[in-house]
Structure formats: structure tokens, C-alpha cells
């Protein structure tokens, strides 16, 4: 273990033996940190917080600290749980979350660039990357292989569907869905992460699939849009994703409103 002397380290922390933990750095007495992590300097990591092999934690990041809720009660155990893998940039937050027993979590093999804000209770799948300056409310679910454009704003509550892609400086209000592209001030629909897709192997049959589904669900009410989605072959895994997706009892709606600019038969790029 490679401790810097100005570094104050709880003697109830439990620290893997090749741990790096720079100048500067605060862990407190239930902090677990895994074998394989690097933290650089400067780095706060408090509360009852779990943290992975392989991580690196880069200099400011602050994780572990109570949330910022006026329902959180001092008297509170609550969670941060982070897996392995992830790449935590400068300045990054991860608060703990509300509710005694409750969590916080990240999942394996995330990206998040500086100034990432994650609130409490949020819940973050893997293989995800968070551009700069990105900010997640409590209650915030993100499935894999998202992708969130920096400066946006994501209401609590949101869900963010798997290999979604969100511009950057947006205003996130409703669910995302998989596979989407969604960008703006208010948020709009631009079409699918076509890119996404292919890049990780989902063949033309699917796409179009995809592609045709969430055209009716531009045009239909919900149950509606359901009820003729069923018709369909759903067959696959990630149409069967986004009937369990729209199915959910969404506590915010989800955006399926296009831009009047783009053409309903167009895929368009959202920049990040």
C-alpha cells in the first residue's frame, strides 16, 4: 500500500494492499477500497462507500458525502456503491443517498469527465461516459452504454435507456428511451443512435424494427402506441428492452416529441 504522508486515512478504513492514495486525501472509518485503485490528490471519500478494483479517482472528486436533501436525517445509513473499472475525473461528486438502507450506485467500467455531479439514489449501469459538467438529480436511473453530451441537466427521477445518446447542454425532463437520440432546451427526439447500434452489432433487421416502433410512438398516445408495438416481432432482445422501457410506470413521461426541423424518416447526429 502506498499511503502519502499528508494523507489522513481512517484506521477503520479498509484498504486493499496496492492501493495508491496521494497527498492530501480524506478517507473516512467505512470506506472499503479494492485492490488494483488509484486515488490522486486531493480526494474526499466518506460515508459508508464501496469502491471497486481498478479504479482511478483523479484530484478533487468528493464521494460519499451526505446527500443534498432536506428528507436526509444525520441518523441515516445509507450507501455508495461503485464497481470496477471506472474512470473518475477531477472535481467529480457522488453523494449518498436518502432513505436509511438505500444506495447509490455506479457500475463497472464508467467514464465520468470533470465536474460530474451524481446525486443521491441514482442508479448507474456500466459502460457508460458522462461528458463534462453533466449533473443527475436524485433517483436518476441510467442503463449501459449511455452516453451524456456535457453542461446537461438531468431532472430527478429520469431514466436514461441503454445506448442512448443525449446532446450536450440539455435539458433532460422526461425518460429517454434506448437507443434514442435526444438533444435540446426542451428535450426533443431526433431519431436513433444509429452509430451506436452498429458499432455494437444490432443488424438492419433490428434497426428498422427499432426504427418503425419508435415512429408510432411519435404519432400515438402510449397505450396505444404499446398496443401496435405488440403486433410487431418483438422477438428480439432489445425490442423486448423497450417494451419493458415503455411499459415502466414512468413517473416522468418519455420524449418522443420531434424537433419540427428534423424529417420523420431521417436519422439525424447529435453533437456532444
Known amino acids: 500500500m502506498s499511503i502519502h504522508p499528508t494523507a489522513i486515512v481512517d484506521p477503520s478504513a479498509q484498504i486493499a494492499e496496492d492501493v495508491e492514495i496521494g497527498p492530501f486525501c480524506v478517507i473516512g472509518p467505512h470506506v472499503k477500497i479494492d485492490s488494483g485503485c488509484i486515488i490522486d490528490s486531493g480526494v474526499k471519500i466518506d460515508g459508508y462507500t464501496e469502491i471497486g478494483k481498478n479504479c ?101 427521477f429520469v431514466r436514461i435507456g441503454s445506448f442512448a445518446m443525449v446532446g450536450g447542454c440539455s435539458r433532460i425532463t422526461k425518460d429517454v428511451p434506448p437507443f434514442s437520440m435526444i438533444a435540446g432546451s426542451p428535450e426533443r427526439f431526433y431519431g436513433l443512435n444509429v452509430v451506436g447500434l452498429r458499432r455494437n452489432g444490432i443488424d438492419l433487421e433490428t434497426r428498422n424494427l427499432i426504427k418503425r416502433a419508435y415512429s408510432i410512438f411519435c404519432q400515438k398516445n402510449r397505450l396505444d402506441a404499446i398496443a401496435e408495438m405488440e403486433t410487431m416481432d418483438c422477438s428480439s432482445k432489445e425490442m423486448q428492452h423497450i417494451l419493458e422501457f415503455v411499459k ?15 424529417k420523420k424518416d431521417k436519422d439525424t447526429e447529435v453533437s456532444l
Do not use: W
Not at 248 to 262: A, E, L, Q, Y
Open 56 to 156: 482511478k479517482i483523479y484530484h478533487g472528486a468528493v464521494i460519499g458525502t451526505p446527500p443534498q436533501d432536506v428528507k436526509f436525517k444525520p441518523s441515516e445509513i445509507t450507501y455508495v456503491k461503485i464497481g470496477s473499472g471506472n474512470l473518475i475525473r477531477e472535481f467529480v461528486t457522488i453523494h449518498s443517498a436518502t432513505g436509511a438502507g438505500n444506495e447509490t450506485v455506479v457500475g463497472d467500467n464508467n467514464f465520468l469527465m470533470a465536474y460530474v455531479h451524481v446525486g443521491h439514489n441514482c442508479h448507474l449501469g456500466s459502460n457508460i461516459t458522462i461528458s463534462n459538467a453533466a449533473s443527475f438529480a436524485g433517483h436518476v436511473h441510467i442503463e449501459d452504454n449511455a452516453v451524456i453530451g456535457g453542461m446537461t441537466g438531468v431532472h430527478q
Open 248 to 262: 415502466f410506470d414512468s413517473k416522468r413521461g418519455i420524449c418522443f416529441k420531434r424537433d419540427s426541423k428534423v
